[in-house]
């Protein structure tokens, strides 16, 4: 087990900082209370956990929904601007009501409506140096669906500089990717893709079903980790076509000269 | 010697195929069959694959088979082995 897996075992497994279920949780995750390995121990991780997803929108609000739904105590969401009408063909958090009005707080809106037990924690922002170590730190795990390269790479940075667990997901038409990033355990981001690519433009083709399925595998990996179920992405990238459904996962290297975890390797 | 190559995501939309098999008269490098490749393609391709210097650029996700490799990397590609080219993509 890696410094990371430790520090996050720790804090989410440790009796006095896990809070109980109640008896309308125990009704309301019903159904997963009874998935193998998960159970009632799961369900409290998951309750007592703090996850940061950035942005909320195609990839990030599916997941951010599939968290809230699965009850995850505590959501941070990052994400600056308002509703615009070309984000409704993936953005499922957003309503054509809310047009003109900020993304987070429809976000926060539509999960509240799902979850009212939920705590969320809205910032009308993006990922920047002035605040990426601050929403790190107030995290468990963070949920990296930002379009950007440049945030990427420093919600990457510092999830290795505070040894937290970050799943980081991706899309492009009807084609998308998924890994799981433990500091000291896997490559980070940096060591795939050490600076920024050519040729990335910030709109880009895609279905919102396939921002839809990436955003919920997303969030099988945030709760996979959060809970110890099975076996999360660690150093393997999850490459996904729907063009002719295949899915395949590719065995990561890390990068022994990386200049974000060289240090922190095992 | 025969390799496929497989294009993902905008390196598809760059050559216009999704993959292609190629017949090599000897063994190459992941490092020279990516040279190969963007002088084969045309601008766009190369754009995504070179960097400014014409070397492989180290942003480029390469896999033989199943395995991740380094679009730098000096190991040769075997006969019948696949080639994926990955750009990196991101979220939205």
Known sequence: MSPADMKLTKRLGNPRTRRPLSAEERSVY?????????????QKSLKSASVLVTRVGGVG???????????????????????RSSDLNRQTLMTADWVGKPRVESASRRLKELNPRLA?????????????????????????????????????????????????????????????IVPGRTPCLTCLIPGDPPGWRRQFPVFGAVASMIGSLAAMEAIKVLTGLGE???GRLLVADLRDMSFRTLKLQRNLHCLVCRDRQD | MKVTVKYSAQARAATGLSSEELELDEPTTVHDLV?????????????????????PHPSLLVAIGDDQVR??????????????????????
């Open chain 1, 120 to 180: 969320v924690e809205v910032h009308n922002a993006n990922v920047g140096e002035d605040n990426v170590d601050e929403l790190v730190a107030s995290s468990d795990l963070i949920v990296d669906a930002a379009p950007l390269f440049r945030e990427r790479f420093l919600l990457n940075r510092a999830a290795v500089e505070q040894g937290k667990p970050m799943v980081d997901s991706a899309m492009y038409e009807l084609e998308a990717q998924l890994t799981t």
């Open chain 2, 71 to 92: 679009p730098g990397d000096h190991r040769k590609v075997l006969t019948g082995e696949t080639v994926t080219i990955l750009p990196p993509i991101s979220g939205g």
């Open chain 1, 61 to 83: 609000g599916a997941a951010a929904q599939a968290l809230a739904a699965a009850g995850v105590g505590r959501l941070v969401l990052v994400h600056q601007g308002n509703v």
């Open chain 2, 35 to 55: 040279i190969r490749l963007a002088r084969q393609h045309g601008s766009a391709f190369r754009r995504l694959a070179l960097d400014a210097n014409g070397c």
């Open chain 1, 232 to 234: 999360p992405l660690l």
């Open chain 1, 30 to 42: 019903e159904w997963q209370l009874n998935v193998e390995g998960f159970g009632e121990e799961g």
